[in-house]
């Protein structure tokens, strides 16, 4: 390397004999380089940093001819520099005279006799990769062969400028599009969006009659609403919008949960306008109250669960799948976290009651255990009002741990090892009046237990349910083998392992 960078300075020559080396004007301008001709017409010097310069003579006030152009110094220091300290002395003396790209060279010959330098490294931009010195280039180069060595590695193939597995790329191929962990259809992610075809454009279905329903709402309700939109969600909302956006986006992924936990087809769940959840959020009570009795005049509620209106006022929620889906909750005096579990929770109850039996209601333990299961999958906690709220959940039980769902587990747990658990054969025949914590939070981790034991035969223990003339035991026989007492067995042994499934 040395003989090659020495040779790109030692071999700078010029064309024409040196008549003199530095050109001064008449305005006092000096140019220093070589003069390659001059005459009594013109004096042409090569400059050298500066290019080919033609003057008349009649500008030149002299020409010097003493002093050696810049480049033949460089020349004659570059050939007698044969060690790393002379080489550092020329590249002090070629900075100080105003070179730049003959720097590069000098570094680079530097490094050659001492590949360790790193003042020299550095400033040739050097870095130290895995041990080893590398120019910007090499870097690049090589972490780019290391990226690629540990994607194959993995088993991972180069597609459209991405590395993705064998399957993606024929999935990909195919034109299928990713969703969670599916790869489905252009047209099937774009309903699972709440989208249509139309004209060539993708529209959001139900994003028209949501926003006329929010406004005849508004019109015959006397309260102040806004209207947005999700992919299975309309907001009808009192509430400051970037919360109605966070419900939103909260429900959203609280359907992923159940889409991804019972593969509803397009029978069990049509994604449909008839089928999007209308979500009525309000400020206070007496704005619910407006609301609810507006409600009840459109779509006579009263008539159909007597006693509605009347209930409405000792409730901060209530949730409707008769025909229509609705969920209706107001806030104050709750936090936003605790309002959007609450909502939450009531989507949950509607998700589960729509998919199973044709609007039949599944047990309590069943809907309730299930809506808090997507509530902890979707949110990480839960705070909702079922808890202590509207019933006579927690009655006779005293004491913050069940109402913190982080303290959940540590509480079944303490339950199971003193032998107190509520018995699941108990809880799958309890009524909502009967319903309290402790039954109410085991229902959660059995329906937990159950989707993560096999999620398929929790899928097909539902299925089964929705047969009317067939009982919830026999359905859970049936698609775990199991009776109550023995889920009861299965699940007591994952909790005692830590809420860890054993097979």
Do not use: C
């Not at 047990?363 to 009002?385: D, I, K, N």
């Not at 007591?492 to 097979?503: D, H, I, P, S």
């Amino acid at each position: 390397m040395t003989t090659r960078i020495l040779a790109a300075i030692l071999l700078i020559t010029f064309a024409a004999p040196a008549f003199a080396h530095e050109v001064e004007l008449n305005d006092g301008t000096k140019y220093e380089g070589k003069v390659l001709r001059q005459d009594e017409n013109e004096v042409v010097i090569e400059t050298t940093f500066d290019g080919m310069k033609t003057f008349k003579r009649a500008d030149v006030k002299r020409v010097n001819t003493n002093v050696p152009p810049l480049r033949e110094q460089l020349k004659y220091r570059a050939k007698t520099a044969n060690d790393a300290k002379s080489r550092w002395d020329l590249y002090a003396w070629a900075k100080k005279k105003g070179f730049t790209e003959e720097l590069v060279w000098i570094l680079e010959a530097i490094v050659d006799l001492e590949p360790g330098d790193r003042k020299a490294r550095k400033l040739l931009g050097h870095k130290k990769v895995d041990g080893r010195w590398m120019s910007p280039d090499e870097e690049k180069r090589y972490l780019k062969e290391k990226f690629e060595a540990e994607q194959r590695a993995k088993g991972l193939v180069e597609y459209e400028g991405e590395w993705v597995t064998p399957e993606e790329r024929d999935a990909r191929e195919k034109g299928l599009k990713k969703d969670g962990d599916e790869w489905v259809t252009e047209e099937e992610y774009h309903r699972r969006r709440g989208e249509k075809l139309v004209d060539g454009k993708w529209i959001k279905v139900g994003f028209k009659e949501g926003k006329e329903l929010a406004g005849k709402a508004l019109r015959e309700s006397r309260v102040k609403l806004t209207y947005q939109w999700s992919p299975h969600f309309d907001a009808i909302a009192e509430i400051k919008p970037s919360l109605a956006k966070r419900v939103l986006d909260s429900s959203e992924k609280a359907f992923a949960v159940m889409r991804r936990t019972l593969r509803p087809t397009a029978d069990d769940y049509p994604e449909t306008i008839d089928e999007r959840v209308k979500l009525a959020l309000l400020k206070k009570l007496p704005g619910f109250v407006r609301f609810s009795q507006w409600f009840d005049r459109t779509y006579k509620a009263d008539s159909l669960v007597p006693g509605f209106v009347k209930a409405i006022t000792r409730q901060h929620s209530w949730w409707w799948v008769q025909d229509q889906r609705w969920t209706a909750a107001y806030q104050f005096p709750n936090t936003d976290k605790t309002f959007v579990s609450n909502v939450v929770h009531n989507v949950g109850l509607i998700l589960i009651t729509r998919y199973k039996a044709n609007y039949a209601f599944p047990s309590v333990w069943l809907r309730e255990g299930f809506a808090y299961y997507l509530e902890m999958e979707a949110l990480g906690y839960t705070q909702s009002f079922t808890l202590g709220r509207g019933g006579s959940a927690g009655a006779g039980v005293k004491g913050p741990v069940w109402a913190d769902s982080d303290k959940w587990r540590g509480a079944l747990k303490k339950l199971v090892n003193e032998g107190q658990d509520p018995p699941l054969r108990r809880i799958a025949r309890m009524t909502v009046d009967q319903t309290d914590y402790p039954k109410l939070v085991k229902s959660w981790s059995v329906v937990e237990f159950l989707v993560r034991y096999d999620a398929k035969r929790f899928k097909r223990f539902i299925d089964l349910s929705k047969d009317r003339s067939k009982k919830e035991e026999d359905a859970l026989k049936e698609a775990y083998g199991w009776t109550y007492r023995k889920a009861d067995a299965a699940w007591r042994a994952y909790v005692g392992a830590n809420f860890t499934v054993q097979k």
